[in-house]
Structures are given as structure tokens and as C-alpha cells.
């Protein structure tokens, strides 16, 4: 039995709300590995949030290639990990990109606790809005051995 996945389902679990596992490329050292939340709608582009003078920041640039992964930490196991380029760096908004994720994450009420106790003058200045677009997929579900 095989425990591959159909790109359709790749793409609905990682529109699911994991935690995300991002690695950049950087010269001299291993790649900066790190968990990142993110967000994701089949067929588009994978957003996340960084600050600027983070390492993160400091290593992404438009075509930088990173490998994005995200797992079910429960069994039966699952994952997916995505190859692709940053499409694009803008600055970041808090209610355009910032609440939306930590909604996500948190819920509707603990995502307005978040903002207000990490963006409570209502700027992200110094925030980047990174969009990688998906090229390579690698999948396995292991509840179908």
C-alpha cells in the first residue's frame, strides 16, 4: 500500500494550522532551520511573517530557494514539505497579515490578545510579508499502511 498523497491532498493539509518548519540557505553554516507560523489557500502562495533585523530577514531575498515542512504530531504520522522561491518581500500590516495568522493560530480571541500585547500601538514597522510559491512537493501518510 502506498503512503503517498495526491496534490490535493498535499495542498489541503498544509492549509491546515501547523506550525511550520522553515530552512534558508546560508554560506558557511548549515542552513538556518526554524519553526515559523505561516498561511496557506490551495494553489496560492505560502505567507509568513519576519522581522526584518531577524536572521530570517537578513537571509531572504526574492528568488531565495527554502524548503518549508509541516507534520500531524500525532499518529497516525503525515507531512509535507514544500520546495519554492520567495516571490515576494513587503512590508507587513498588522490587520492585513499579522492578525489573520495569529488568529489562526490562536484562536479569535487569544489572536486580539496577541496583537494587542505584541502590536499594541497597531504598527508593524520593521515586519516583512514573505510569499514563497510552491515548485516541489514531498508527502507521506502513514495512517495507510
Not at 490551495?42 to 527554502?66: D, N, Y
Not at 516571490?87 to 489572536?111: C, K
Not at 494587542?116 to 510552491?134: C, F, H, K, M, Q
Request: charged letters at 20%; one cysteine or more; proline letters at 6%.
Amino acid at each position: 500500500m502506498s503512503i503517498a498523497m495526491t496534490q490535493s491532498e498535499k495542498e489541503h493539509f498544509l492549509a491546515g494550522p501547523h506550525v511550520g518548519i522553515i530552512s534558508i540557505a546560508q554560506a558557511g553554516r548549515a542552513p538556518l532551520t526554524v519553526p515559523i507560523w505561516y498561511a496557506y489557500e490551495p494553489s496560492q502562495e505560502i505567507c509568513f511573517v519576519t522581522g526584518s533585523a531577524s536572521r530570517k530577514g537578513k537571509l531572504l531575498a526574492l528568488g531565495t530557494q527554502v524548503s518549508l515542512c509541516v507534520q500531524a504530531e500525532q499518529m497516525p504520522y503525515k507531512y509535507v514539505s514544500v520546495e519554492g522561491a520567495v516571490s515576494a518581500i513587503v512590508p507587513a500590516e498588522v490587520e492585513r497579515d499579522i492578525r489573520p495568522l495569529a488568529r489562526r493560530y490562536y484562536g479569535p480571541e487569544g489572536g486580539d490578545q496577541y496583537i494587542a500585547r505584541v502590536y499594541g500601538n497597531g504598527s508593524a514597522e520593521g515586519d516583512l510579508l514573505i510569499r514563497i510559491r510552491p515548485q516541489r512537493w514531498l508527502a507521506a501518510d502513514y495512517s495507510r499502511l
